[in-house]
């Protein structure tokens, strides 16, 4: 019995984990899905793996993609002109 | 039908291009110098603009392929080793070897579950900060993937990479940042 469990029904951490980055992006199949939701019930540190994920991932989504890293380095005033000038040559040649 | 702009792609993408090449690249001089060689190759191709692309897309692709050209240039490719050395580091081994559960000092902890993200600029900077720490690799998957919303499909062909190779590279991404948003940001509140 505890073999087949073990080998059928019981997820590691590690495997959780992984179908829980996945599930972000692609469906699961229908055991897989079993096996999460065993192993989430059973497993407090992979639940909150779960929910810090998800956080996670709104967070990127939001801040990443509008450009809203305050902090991230942006370009030097003088490589701007820099490259404003290239495209205005480009432009009228 | 888009229409491009040249004279305001400065002013619109630049520092956004920047910011995307620099997570990759870690270099700003080399960030630089692919964001202008991504317009100066945006406006020899602008004849082939065909506007089914929004301009930012478009130029986002041809900032791709200089990255790539980049790493492809570099005598020493960013690539990470896929075996379980890295799991090892967060995960204990069952009595048959195999990884299992979660090392003591590495198991999430509780960050006081709020529900919605916090919106703070501190905890985006710290955010950043994470993004900016991670591998060469690991920081092409996840501003591949977040940044510019390419698909996973196109991310494998960008980076050569099978769809296996690339969950693992996203899991381990998400456990680095999940790890590094706990040591600097939760277990300071």
């Given at each position: ?93 | ?108 902890g509780d960050w006081g ?13 710290v ?52 790890e590094c948003l706990e040591r600097n940001w939760y277990s300071n509140q």
């Amino acid at each position: 019995m505890r073999v087949l469990y073990k080998k059928y029904v019981r997820l590691s951490c590690r495997q959780a984990s992984q179908l829980l980055v996945k599930q972000a992006d692609a469906p699961l199949t229908l055991i897989e899905r079993g096996q999460l939701w065993w192993h989430l019930r059973l497993c407090d540190p992979c639940a909150r793996f779960s929910r810090q994920v998800r956080l996670l991932d709104r967070l990127l989504v939001r801040n990443v993609l509008s450009g809203r890293f305050k902090s991230a380095p942006t370009l030097r005033p003088e490589r701007r002109a820099m490259m404003n000038n290239e495209i205005k040559k480009r432009l009228t040649t | 039908m888009v229409q491009l702009e040249p004279e305001q792609w400065v002013d619109r993408y630049a520092d956004s291009l920047f910011g995307a090449a620099l997570l990759q690249v870690k270099d700003e001089a080399v960030a630089d110098d692919l964001v202008q060689e991504t317009f100066m190759a945006g406006l020899t191709a602008r004849h082939t603009f065909r506007g089914q692309a929004q301009e930012r897309t478009w130029l986002v692709a041809i900032l791709r392929n200089k990255i790539n050209d980049y790493f492809r240039g570099q005598t020493r490719r960013p690539t990470v080793s896929l075996d379980d050395a890295f799991y090892d580091g967060y995960f204990d081994r069952d009595d048959d070897g195999n990884l299992d559960h979660w090392l003591p000092d590495k198991s999430p902890g509780d960050w006081g579950e709020t529900g919605e993200p916090d919106e703070s600029e501190a905890l985006n900077d710290v955010l950043y900060a994470c993004l900016s720490k991670l591998p060469p690799r690991y920081a092409q998957v996840i501003t591949l993937k977040f940044l510019e919303n390419i698909n996973p499909a196109d991310i494998c062909k960008d980076l050569d990479i099978s769809p296996s190779n690339y969950w693992t590279l996203v899991h381990r991404v998400k456990i680095l940042l999940r790890e590094c948003l706990e040591r600097n940001w939760y277990s300071n509140q």
